[in-house]
T-cell receptor
Framework: AAGVIQSPRHLIKEKRETATLKCYPI?????VYWYQQGPGQDPQFLISFYEKMQSDKGSIPDRFSAQQFSDYHSELNMSSLELGDSALYFC??????????FGPGTRLTVT | KNEVEQSPQNLTAQEGEFITINCSYSVGISALHWLQQHPGGGIVSLFMLSSGKKKHGRLIATINIQEKHSSLHITASHPRDSAVYIC??????????????FGKGTHLIIQP
């Protein structure tokens, strides 16, 4: 069965650079969620989209933005990267408002 | 503040033992998820519950809405069950695709 796809799987950036993470939901899923999991931390909700509109907002820094496109894929844009942004970024998708299926994550390292 | 508490934080057991992991939450929810995460790895959704009980193979999840409590049980545990088990809830927030609030996870080790 098709799963949530995230790219890239690993990303290394320097401080103050920008990064774009991509998420491709399971086919026919209309909702995408982004989560951030710092080292040794539990995941924290960042933002979600339902039918291409922002639906809920968590602890997403102002330096980050995201959107969901017409094909339902989503991108998380991160600017002015800081060392503290190093984390595993998960995307999940669902048919609203049902069970969320998680992608494998993108591991971002900021040096 | 909306909170999710899990216990125990760490659990080591012998192969074949019956395992129980508990989760309690502070206010009303629309759904509760049990997730599994291997070290350095991705998150796998085991169950989503809004009431009652669900079973999948050796895994059983129950929820008591009145008591704001859920349990995850593993029968006939096996070393491959070793992982972090996370309880995550969607608190009522007036609708929308609300994000999950996660517990701190239970680190389970099953020894052969």
């Amino acid at each position: 069965a098709a799963g949530v796809i995230q790219s890239p799987r690993h990303l290394i950036k320097e401080k103050r650079e920008t990064a774009t993470l991509k998420c491709y939901p399971i086919p026919r899923h209309d909702t995408v969620y982004w989560y951030q999991q710092g080292p040794g931390q539990d995941p924290q909700f960042l933002i979600s989209f339902y039918e291409k509109m922002q639906s809920d907002k968590g602890s997403i820094p102002d330096r980050f933005s995201a959107q969901q496109f017409s094909d339902y894929h989503s991108e998380l844009n991160m600017s002015s990267l800081e060392l503290g942004d190093s984390a595993l970024y998960f995307c999940a998708s669902s048919t609203h408002p049902y069970e969320q299926y998680f992608g494998p994550g993108t591991r971002l390292t900021v040096t | 503040k909306n909170e999710v508490e899990q216990s125990p934080q760490n659990l080591t057991a012998q192969e074949g033992e019956f395992i129980t992991i508990n989760c309690s939450y502070s206010v009303g929810i629309s759904a509760l998820h049990w997730l599994q995460q291997h070290p350095g790895g991705g998150i796998v959704s085991l169950f989503m519950l809004s009431s009652g009980k669900k079973k999948h193979g050796r895994l059983i999840a129950t929820i008591n809405i009145q008591e704001k409590h859920s349990s995850l049980h593993i029968t006939a545990s096996h070393p491959r069950d070793s992982a972090v088990y996370i309880c995550a809830v969607r608190f009522w927030a007036g609708g929308g695709a609300d994000g999950l609030t996660f517990g701190k996870g239970t680190h389970l080790i099953i020894q052969p």
